[in-house]
């Protein structure tokens, strides 16, 4: 049996995950189903990435090399070009302005969606991995065991919790 931190985290892990604790306010939907409406007919890959407002204090003052989600999300295009049936969700952040979606839409084009209208944790449970640059959303999906991308120098990244990605494929 866990002793010490790790025989506290599990049972923290645990009462997260069935609580669904989130800040907005969406219906939980089936991750099944919902991965099945987002992988389309053709799709075995599901990354979703989290986005984050380019004002938030952590962007700011530590963002490395991804200034913007538009930056990212291409990037992550990039690197998922040579994976069979992937596909990218953009989460939109609850604080984006209107409109702030359209050239995030353009960029993704046919090769994933935008949504905004979706729990985080359906995503997370509905996804093979996350990205984020340095959001809660990271931190959710850890909860989740998801493998995790992180962009930027997140509090929780660590190499035995993340995956880091210097250069596209």
Request: aromatic share 6%; with cysteine; charged share 25%.
């Amino acid at each position: 049996a866990p002793t010490g931190d790790e025989g506290r985290a599990e049972p923290l892990r645990r009462d997260y995950m069935a609580r669904k604790a989130t800040m907005v306010a969406q219906r939980l939907l089936s991750p099944s189903e919902t991965r099945r409406n987002l992988l389309g007919a053709d799709g075995r890959f599901l990354l979703v990435y989290g986005c984050q407002v380019d004002w938030d204090t952590n962007v700011v003052s530590g963002a490395r090399r991804f200034h913007s989600n538009e930056s990212a999300v291409s990037f992550l295009l990039e690197c998922m070009a040579g994976v069979p049936g992937a596909r990218i969700v953009v989460k939109t952040h609850p604080l984006d302005s209107k409109g702030a979606d359209t050239a995030l839409r353009e960029i993704v084009g046919s090769r994933g969606t935008v949504v905004s209208d979706i729990h985080p944790h359906t995503l997370i449970e509905a996804a093979d991995c996350v990205s984020v640059r340095n959001s809660t959303l990271g931190f959710e999906a850890l909860c989740y065991a998801k493998p995790l991308i992180a962009l930027e120098h997140a509090k929780y990244r660590d190499p035995k919790l993340t995956l880091t990605v210097d250069n596209s494929i």
